[in-house]
């Protein structure tokens, strides 16, 4: 077991620390399963926040009198700060002790949610959201971070998946807690509800977190590195989220594009000439934690890119409320509740390479099974392949999380942590761009041919791009005063040319899933894994 170090100056000097002088965790203060309820708390908030505000959209959009393009931002700016900010985010948990950082995230994203609820401009809901994604980005390395100094190697995987539980039960959960809210009180609750969460989280955290500093723990920050990822990332997601209004085709994308290549590669450049690097290049020597990184990508566009159409699938075509539509995606959270805990003891035994592997399978034939929905398609069938993709999920969010987290030096474990949540968001917003241009592009296609067969009135380009536009959501394109059968036949193109584009979508999704089978034979468990157990109290 290495020696740890400790500030005993104030000076930030550095005293070794043997064995024995680390203190066993009692009574509340440091006990691993009390920090793991702890940062579980703070965690849903900044999880549920990426769906549940969805559903309020609509709501803020009518009470502020918002364009779309303003509601749009509500999202895309959350998002930005978040994906953006994530990894330097790590890295001052790194520097600062991440209790401090957690305890600075959750206070920040509570306020910002009251400050939300009080605006009664879109600007201000829009700036606030910022500044939600900000903190956010503070509390999701600083949580991976705690858990991993607190838990023992032989306990952690199941730390991390009663984590990766919490994770994947807020988000699928956000729609139907943000329909009732909105639907029972008004959209102002959607972030009210954050204010009390953070608050316990803040108690707890002051209650029961104890810091832990790493020996070789970074003393000072490359700022230029900061700049140029941060840079390059913005591009990079900028891009991925402008490209459906831009067209893939269109120049700005690809200018995002080119300048996000050009700041990874000066940033690569500049880490190699740093004393004190924000990424150390040499991290990704290490090729189970690449390709946990690359694991967490491509997981992440086909969760991400193919329950986005499944959304739409079940309101605009099955006719379901939010609510319902909630409802009928409780197997995949059920299953992701269940199999988390589950997932995590089967990594801890057999490693991570078996159960990724076969995770993703499940996976892939999940999204092949979606791409066989159909518009009359029933509960119990889309309960199916709903829960299998819960089931092929769990191992995946658990182990390749280990594997990320675990197979870095513990006095860079924020910066893993920052990894991990950046691909998983990356790969989100991937995924909605890609399937979402193939959707477009299918539906682009078949629309006008299936027009002209059901016999209907012909359509000018305009009326046929706007005709396309709903489509791609699963909404039927009828004008107000359309006689009932016509509006039928409209309705039944609209949905099969829909489901066609679904279809399409969700093969793509199975052939990535596919892909991510072989990368996750290169997996191993964490070499520093057992680094954790040993962290000095501080």
């Not at 700022?223 to 893939?248: N, Q």
């Amino acid at each position: 077991m290495t020696s740890q170090t400790i500030d005993t100056t104030g000076s930030g000097d550095k005293a070794p620390v043997t064995p024995s002088d680390r203190s066993p965790s009692s009574g509340l203060r440091g006990h691993p399963w009390f920090t793991l309820i702890t940062v579980a708390v703070g965690v849903m908030m900044v999880a549920l926040d990426g769906t549940i505000v969805a559903i309020a959209n609509p709501a803020i959009q009518k009470d502020l009198k918002a364009s779309f393009a303003d509601v749009q931002w509500i999202t895309n700016g959350y998002f930005l700060a978040l994906a953006v900010s994530l990894i330097t985010a790590g890295k001052l948990g790194d520097r600062f002790g991440h209790r401090q950082t957690f305890l600075i995230g959750v206070t920040g994203f509570a306020a910002a949610s009251g400050a939300i609820g009080l605006s009664g401009s879109i600007a201000a809901v829009v700036t606030f959201r910022v500044f939600q994604g900000l903190f956010g980005a503070l509390l999701m390395p600083a949580a991976l971070g705690l858990l991993r100094a607190t838990f023992p190697a032989e306990k952690l995987n199941m730390a991390i998946g009663i984590w990766g539980m919490v994770i994947g039960a807020s988000t699928a959960g956000g729609p139907i807690l943000g329909g009732v809210l909105v639907e029972h009180v008004n959209w102002q609750s959607v972030f009210f509800i954050n204010v009390p969460v953070g608050a316990l989280a803040l108690v707890l955290g002051l209650l029961i977190l104890r810091d832990h500093r790493a020996e070789n723990a970074p003393r000072s920050f490359d700022i230029l590195g900061i700049a140029l990822l941060s840079g390059a990332m913005f591009c990079l997601v900028w891009a991925l989220i402008k490209a459906p209004t831009w067209g893939w085709g269109d120049g700005k994308t690809w200018a995002f594009i080119a300048a996000s290549i050009l700041g990874f590669a000066l940033f690569s450049f500049w880490e190699t000439k740093v004393r004190e690097p924000l990424i150390p290049l040499g991290l990704f020597r290490s090729i189970p934690l690449s390709a946990g990184v690359v694991l967490m990508v491509l997981m992440a566009i086909a969760f991400m890119g193919g329950l986005f159409f499944v959304t739409f699938y079940l309101q605009n075509v099955h006719g379901m409320s939010p609510i319902d539509a909630g409802l009928h995606l409780l197997p995949l959270t059920g299953m992701m509740i269940v199999g988390s805990p589950l997932a995590g003891a089967m990594i801890t035994k057999l490693g991570p390479r078996i159960p990724l592997a076969g995770g993703m399978a499940a996976t892939a034939i999940a999204m092949y099974g979606m791409s066989t929905l159909k518009v009359d398609t029933g509960s119990a069938v889309m309960a199916v392949w709903f829960a299998l993709l819960g089931l092929g999920l769990a191992p995946v969010m658990v182990g390749a999380t280990e594997v990320i987290v675990g197979n870095a030096p513990m006095e860079l474990s924020g910066v893993a942590g920052g990894l991990q949540q950046a691909a998983m968001q990356i790969g989100g917003s991937l995924g909605t761009a890609v399937l979402g241009a193939v959707m477009a592009s299918k539906v682009d296609g078949d629309l006008a041919g299936n027009w002209k067969d059901a016999g209907l009135p012909p359509l000018t380009p305009t009326q046929l791009d706007q005709a396309s536009e709903a489509v791609q959501v699963g909404v039927a394109p009828v004008a107000k005063g359309t006689p009932e059968a016509i509006a039928a036949k409209i309705a039944d193109v609209a949905h099969d040319t829909f489901i066609s584009g679904m279809s399409l979508a969700s093969l793509v999704a199975c052939g990535v899933a596919v892909v991510a089978v072989f990368v996750a034979l290169l997996t191993k468990r964490g070499e520093n894994a057992e680094a954790g157990a040993g962290a000095a109290h501080i």
